[in-house]
């Protein structure tokens, strides 16, 4: 049987030609020859390569999702290789330039070409489209500068396939060959598919870095709002106290902001004292600087914007203390943010980095946001103190009305009795004075004796009664109360050297003694004492109840004086 291929004669019973391969029964419905043995084997051993070139392209996709270059070397290698010519670039498109991002091949390539018409990988971006060129060193009209460069390297022909995303041109591939030669439609046909896989492992790396950034933006977001919902909740656990607040925000500041540490200052006058810290560099509890042009930070505080020094250690005329200060301590770039209420500064907070590393617009606006909650807490502090002295004062008023109150009632309920007045006002001190106990002292006679108490136990009372009553003198503090006419008080009556009753004292374990002269007429008459068991005075405010005002014109005893005096008239 003759072979359609070749007109080789061969046996009738041979089913291929045994010249060629060619099979000798053609296929029904067709008039040409079909493909050799050998066309068929080559062709799966090519589609065989393609296959596996691309297994090995998407790999090095799968292994560098935030890496474009290891594909494009990958490409320029298998393309190469497939396509049987060892001179490949692949430029990207940069603004108004192509960039060469691979090569291979001893063809030298430029790294940086003009997107322009006049060459041929310009050409194929700004058409997005294949183009092919038999002999570039003869194309002097249509690519000129292709044509000159082709000829100081030595090139031929040349194809260029564009790499296409979304209908644009981004960049191409390119191949080259030192002689005159035209690419096979098999090769053209290769390279665009490699040209695919360069659009996929850009895509992949862009898609990847975008949603890493999203997911970084997330993060952060989610970490700042967590350091704002901690600095609140700190703010609500400590309406009266600033220092927690203070701490976590310098804390976080330093955390967030990439920080070697965080220092906070409050203005004091013309100094800067520091209020918080974190972080190694030395800032000691007292720390103070003067407010100054000359540092960072009190530049910060005059200006009432915020100040960066890339590098602090740099040799500079305009921050010279903060220079010294950078040297000594090892830090390098510094911020500094005002804390600012009404539009006036009230202290800063900065950040310090050791290397020399700016801080980003993110990270300033982000330390500005730190610096309003901590104003926040500052005011907040300063507002619920102001509220919670305002409230004291009236309860305190409250309980002093509600406290003369009931002594008005009882005077007016036993107009010839004193004791009951005596017991209310001695219980109305312990409890107005926050006192562990008090007690009321008269003049009977020559002698001060004590006529009422409360708070004092059994065996408290018989060391009392040990020296009282007794004749005024300067050696007690209630008798030196009475003789001067004026409050006297002892903070701690165990180190008072003009104190002679020590044994009374120790006995009862009282330290702090208030003593408020009660007078008729400008002249003592008794005197009203509070104690406490611990050293701790009593305040202005306290003593103040028990101090005679103008309305109060009579004391208990002369008010009821004159009751009993009354009372004899009627009888008689």
């Given amino acids: 049987m003759k072979c359609p291929r070749c007109q080789h004669e061969n046996p009738a019973a041979q089913k291929f030609c045994g010249d060629c391969g060619t099979p000798l029964q053609l296929p029904s419905g067709t008039a040409h020859p079909a493909s050799s043995y050998a066309d068929v084997q080559r062709s799966l051993t090519e589609a065989l390569a393609r296959e596996s070139a691309t297994g090995e392209i998407l790999s090095v996709i799968r292994s560098s999702p935030t890496d474009v270059q290891p594909v494009f070397d990958a490409v320029v290698e298998s393309a190469a290789l497939l396509c049987g010519v060892p001179n490949i670039n692949i430029f990207l498109r940069d603004g108004d330039r192509l960039r060469l991002v691979a090569h291979r091949g001893p063809i030298p390539a430029r790294s940086s070409l003009p997107l322009s018409r006049a060459t041929a990988v310009g050409s194929s971006v700004l058409a997005g489209q294949t183009v092919h060129v038999a002999d570039m060193q003869a194309e002097t009209r249509e690519f000129p500068e292709g044509s000159d460069t082709a000829r100081r390297m030595g090139h031929r022909t040349v194809l260029c396939v564009p790499l296409i995303r ?51 933006d997330l993060t952060d977001a989610l970490a700042r709002e967590t350091a704002t919902s901690e600095i609140l909740r700190v703010i609500s656990r400590s309406p009266t106290e600033i220092q927690p607040v203070l701490d976590s925000v310098a804390e976080n500041a330093a955390r967030l902001c990439a920080a070697y540490d965080a220092v906070i200052f409050r203005l004091d006058g013309d100094v800067l004292r520091r ?49 010294s200060f950078a040297r000594e301590h090892g830090f390098r770039t510094i911020l500094s943010v005002p804390l600012l209420r009404e539009g006036m500064a009230i202290g800063t907070i900065d950040l310090r980095r050791t290397e020399v590393r700016p801080f980003t617009d993110t990270q300033i606006a982000l330390l500005q946001t730190f610096a309003d909650q901590a104003v926040i807490a500052i005011e907040n502090v300063r507002l619920f103190t102001e509220l919670d002295a305002r409230n004291r004062d009236l309860r305190e008023a409250l309980e002093q009305q509600t406290a003369t109150g009931e002594v008005l009632q009882v005077i007016s309920r036993s107009p010839t009795d004193l004791q009951p007045v005596f017991d209310t006002i001695a219980r109305s001190a312990v409890s107005l004075c926050d006192a562990s106990f008090g007690a009321v002292f008269q003049m009977q006679g020559d002698l001060l004796d004590l006529v009422a108490h409360d708070g004092i136990g059994d065996e408290a009372i018989g060391g009392f009664r040990s020296v009282w009553p007794m004749r005024p003198n300067t050696d007690s503090i209630i008798g030196r109360a009475l003789l001067t006419g004026s409050i006297v008080q002892v903070e ?24 408020v002269p009660m007078r008729r007429d400008n002249q003592a008459i008794g005197v009203i004492s509070t104690w406490r068991l611990e050293s701790r005075p009593f305040s202005a405010t306290q003593i103040a109840f028990f101090r005679p005002s103008p309305t109060k014109r009579s004391s208990p005893s002369r008010t009821c004086g004159c009751s009993r005096n009354c009372s004899k008239r009627m009888k008689r």
């Fill in 275 to 323: 209020a918080a810290h974190s972080g190694p560099i030395p800032a000691p509890l007292g720390f103070v600087i003067p407010a100054t042009r000359t540092r960072v930070t009190g530049r910060a505080v005059l200006d009432c914007q915020p100040v960066q020094v890339i590098d602090a250690q740099a040799k500079s005329e305009e921050f010279l203390e903060t220079q």
């Fill in 166 to 216: 979304e209908g644009v041109a981004i960049g191409t591939i390119q191949l080259r060959r030192a002689e005159v030669q035209l690419f096979s439609a098999r090769q053209v046909s290769l390279l665009q598919t490699f040209a695919d896989q360069a659009i996929i492992a850009i895509e992949n790396v862009r898609l990847f870095k975008e949603l890493q950034a999203r997911n970084t």
């Fill in 492 to 515: 701690d009556a165990a180190s008072d050297p003009n104190y002679r009753y020590l044994s009374v004292q120790r006995a009862v374990g009282y330290r702090t003694i208030a003593a």
